[in-house]
């Protein structure tokens, strides 16, 4: 049955209290009347049981309460309660009119009836109701929803029947009726059960009409048929809306349940709303976000699911047939009227179609289809074009990390992100809690949750990171993490709904929940894979990964949520793009962009050179391939930023480091052009020269020209580019600006490969004035290990790669070097053997001899480290002299002993030495 369309007009503002949890209901008599009139009696079934036991004088009287009163006085209390209670059944029978109250879960629920049938259906519905009688239990309740009973009932013995027990109510339950009266001032109303010259609806009215300036909002629903002036009466002098539910009291019953119903938004949809402002109405809340997780519009809209039309679209599927975990027929109906309608409101240009799909872009959500057109093999409706989608790429994910003194709540939080990224964890965590207090004073709840989720992050490098020092871990060690349950818990019920999605998300529920997904689908895939490799059939894995995964990051780096170090937000995103690794037959990889930000902010570089080994290797047949566009944005963008940021930054252990060698690494693999590669190449300069870095940042550089010179011949990197990159290293240690780690790299032949490709025939090392100061300042070295270590390791590579003047500088250098006294030190005989190896003039026999002096030096049958490098050295020597064959056999017989147990390692060595 629906409502007559005249009071339609007060359903709109009835449900919006509802969901604002600011509806409340007063019950009277009629409405148990309704129930079962032939057991639940009114006013004036009881009042007649009253008057046969009085005069005949009395018979007559018409005021109620003076007939109640009089009963009393004569009979007595007692027997005044025990007529009344004999009145109503022993046993509450509730049925569905008051289970469809009970189910409406409005918080208030205040009532004059003496009866238990309203509790009685809380406590068969199971909900969670506290039932108030006197001014006792309303202090003591602890739950939001409560069942007041303001004119007490029979098992307290309160019941107000009689005219003293109204005269005397102030003073009988003061802590209730003040608690009612700022229930009616601040809530909005419904009377139920009521009759216009009631006298209870009288007591309401004396407390809230006229005591203030503003009129509480009161309703009144009502089964007698009503004139227009005693409406107007009523809505005129006392505030109170009147609603006619029916004209027929033999249908109220059934008419109390359908306004009932109507409440409930989703049960009457049909008739109150058109299908675009229910999707709408559901998706709204997350109109503020720059980028939506694709999982709250699910849960948001329940029937519903996704399929994917290729690796980089997805659908919005609304189910019908497929089962979910909402079977809510009539909403499933209204999402099929709405998909049915959506043709028509193209055409029309409807704005509300428009808002929802400028929501669902920005899910990345591409088109729209039902599960049976998609079993039926119809097209899907595609609003990509439509709606002028596009990615959402903001200035995070160039990893440019802005930093500025914005002051909306959008620019702090991107501010955040930024700092904690810069790992300038202190001001990120200031900044959050000028959000946190920010957020929570303007009830923005949608990011209040993401600045607590971004608190406890921040909070935890505080304590816990070695980025930060001894002295920050020590000043946070005991501040507390915010409870992010608390403070859920803390919000209305209706704020609750409204950032549900967001709550899960903070406290990693989401996130959790996404790590169990990716593992069993990524599992399933191998296993598939195994039975294909074993002559078996399988069934297809779920396939969306790439777009889940993009979505999935977007959300995080567009919202600014600090998770980034998160070991499961991590995982996620290594599950999802080995499903593409481990579920395609195609032996080219071309990555989206939001792919290529998780390669390189989201991997270890040795992880992503484990990953893409393959595509490494000469001759592959695996190829990565990647657009000019993001070509571009690799190097103008991502190495610049990287870059600028690692060489600002503060911190001796940075993840900055880590993205400047997994874009190179990812560079390597791709060819560049001439323009391209010069770009590249100044960017390795900058960081070298400016940068105070570590030994892995030159071994990825090193990398980068060994895979473009096998993959791609390093067509622009041969001659100059290679030795204007090595020779800035050294420009930095002449200059004495290289840290201990950029020394080693030298030492330990990090850029070897730089080098290799550098010499050319028609190219070569002609600095003479640099190869002069690198000269002058290693002879000022007075240890003559370190002497030795840099001729050996620094200017010997330098002299393969030299043209004849600077060959001849170093040859000056060397013969004029101050020898060490002590011949036969494993060092010496290093430094000897390399200039030997390159076709030095020396003595053969003195050098020979200091090697047998050397061996001689130990004791008989002990063995020392200093054989593994010495034949090491041989080796190298007796491909161009095999006059020094001798000497290398007689030590590697050493060796051999040695790894047969027959000689033992002397005091202080190891045998991993």
Request: glycine share 2%.
């Amino acid at each position: 049955m629906a409502l007559r369309t005249i009071e339609n007009q007060y359903l709109e503002q009835l449900r919006k209290a509802k969901e604002d949890e600011k509806l409340s209901f007063f019950i009277g008599s009629g409405f148990s009347t309704s129930k079962d009139p032939s057991k639940y009696g009114g006013w004036k079934s009881i009042i007649d049981l009253l008057k046969k036991d009085l005069s005949k004088e009395l018979q007559a009287e018409q005021d109620n309460l003076r007939i109640a009163q009089i009963y009393e006085s004569i009979k007595g209390r007692k027997q005044l309660l025990s007529v009344v209670k004999n009145a109503f059944p022993r046993i509450d029978e509730v049925d569905e009119l008051h289970e469809t109250l009970i189910r409406c879960n409005i918080q208030n629920i205040i009532t004059t009836n003496w009866d238990c049938l309203i509790e009685t259906a809380a406590k068969k519905n199971l909900a969670i109701y506290d039932t108030i009688a006197n001014d006792s239990e309303l202090l003591k309740s602890v739950h939001q929803n409560k069942i007041i009973k303001i004119h007490g009932d029979f098992s307290h013995r309160n019941i107000i029947f009689s005219e003293q027990d109204y005269l005397n109510y102030s003073d009988k339950f003061p802590i209730i009726e003040n608690y009612v009266k700022n229930i009616v001032a601040t809530n909005t109303v419904i009377l139920l059960g009521y009759s216009f010259n009631d006298l209870d609806l009288k007591q309401l009215v004396n407390w809230v009409i006229n005591k203030g300036s503003v009129r509480p909002s009161i309703y009144m629903i009502t089964i007698e048929k009503k004139s227009k002036d005693e409406i107007s009466y009523f809505e005129k002098s006392f505030g109170i809306k009147i609603i006619q539910i029916c004209e027929d009291k033999t249908e109220s019953k059934s008419a109390f349940i359908n306004f009932f119903k109507c409440l409930d938004y989703d049960k009457y949809i049909k008739e109150l709303e058109s299908p675009e402002s229910y999707v709408y109405r559901y998706l709204k809340q997350y109109e503020k976000y720059p980028v939506i997780l694709r999982r709250f519009i699910q849960k948001s809209l329940t029937n519903c699911s996704f399929v994917y039309s290729s690796e980089q679209e997805s659908i919005l599927e609304l189910n019908q047939k497929i089962i979910t975990f909402d079977m809510d027929n009539e909403k499933r109906q209204v999402l099929q009227n709405f998909y049915n309608s959506i043709p028509i409101l193209i055409i029309q240009k409807d704005k509300t179609l428009n808002k929802i799909i400028k929501i669902l872009t920005k899910a990345d959500i591409h088109g729209i289809a039902t599960d049976t057109d998609l079993f039926e093999r119809k097209p899907y409706i595609s609003f990509s074009r439509k709606s002028g989608n596009k990615d959402f790429y903001n200035d995070n994910f160039n990893f440019s990390y802005v930093v500025n003194d914005g002051s909306s709540i959008k620019t702090k939080m991107k501010t955040v992100f930024s700092l904690n990224a810069l790992e300038r964890f202190e001001e990120a965590y200031i900044l959050n809690k000028e959000l946190l207090s920010e957020t929570r004073f303007k009830e923005d709840f949608s990011n209040y949750f993401i600045a607590l989720l971004n608190n406890n992050v921040i909070l935890f490098s505080l304590k816990y990171s070695l980025k930060c020092g001894i002295d920050i871990n020590n000043k946070y060690k005991d501040v507390p993490e915010i409870s992010i349950q608390n403070e859920f818990m803390k919000l209305s019920s209706v704020q609750k709904k409204q950032v549900n999605q967001v709550f899960e998300y903070s406290s990693l529920i989401t996130i959790n929940s996404c790590l169990t997904r990716t593992r069993d689908e990524l599992k399933k895939i191998r296993e598939k894979k195994s039975i294909i490799a074993k002559g078996g059939v399988a069934y297809s894995a779920e396939s969306g990964h790439r777009t889940n995964h993009k979505n999935f990051v977007d959300f995080v780096v567009n919202t600014g949520i600090c998770v980034e170090n998160n070991s499961e937000y991590i995982e996620c995103c290594h599950n999802y793009i080995s499903m593409f690794f481990e579920n395609t037959l195609s032996t080219s990889y071309t990555p989206n962009k939001t792919e290529l930000y998780s390669l390189i902010r989201y991997y270890s570089n040795e992880e992503l050179q484990q990953l893409l080994d393959a595509f490494a290797k000469k001759g592959s047949v695996y190829q990565l391939i990647i657009s000019q566009q993001l070509q571009n944005w690799l190097i103008d963008q991502v190495l610049l930023n990287t870059i600028e940021n690692y060489i600002n930054k503060n911190n001796p252990f940075t993840e900055l480091e880590k993205s400047i060698e997994n874009t190179l690494f990812l560079l390597s693999l791709i060819k560049n052009n001439k323009n391209k590669t010069e770009k590249i190449l100044n960017l390795i300069k900058r960081v070298i020269f400016n940068a105070r870095n570590s030994e892995t940042i030159f071994s990825v550089i090193d990398l980068f020209f060994v895979n473009q010179y096998i993959l791609y011949k390093g067509t622009y990197l041969k001659g100059n580019p290679g030795l204007e990159v090595f020779e800035s290293l050294i420009n930095k240690l002449v200059d004495d600006k290289c840290n201990m780690h950029e020394i080693q790299a030298l030492l330990s032949y990090k850029l070897i490969n730089v080098c290799n490709i550098g010499i050319q025939k028609s190219v070569k090392f002609s600095n003479e004035k640099l190869l002069k100061k690198l000269l002058k300042i290693i002879s000022e070295v007075s240890e003559q290990k370190t002497k030795y270590n840099y001729i050996e390791k620094i200017v010997m590579i330098i002299y393969q790669m030299s043209n004849e003047p600077c060959k001849a500088l170093i040859k000056d250098f060397i013969i004029n070097l101050e020898i060490s006294k002590d011949k036969t030190s494993f060092d010496y005989i290093s430094f000897m053997l390399t200039i030997k190896n390159l076709k030095f003039d020396l003595d053969d026999q003195e050098l020979k001899n200091d090697i047998r002096n050397h061996i001689n030096s130990f004791p008989k049958n002990t063995f020392s480290s200093s054989y593994l490098g010495l034949k090491s050295c041989l080796d190298a020597v007796c491909e161009k002299d095999s006059s020094y064959h001798e000497l290398a056999e007689e030590v590697e017989t050493i060796i051999q002993k040695y790894n047969k147990e027959e000689f033992h390692l002397p005091t202080g060595e190891t045998k991993n030495a």
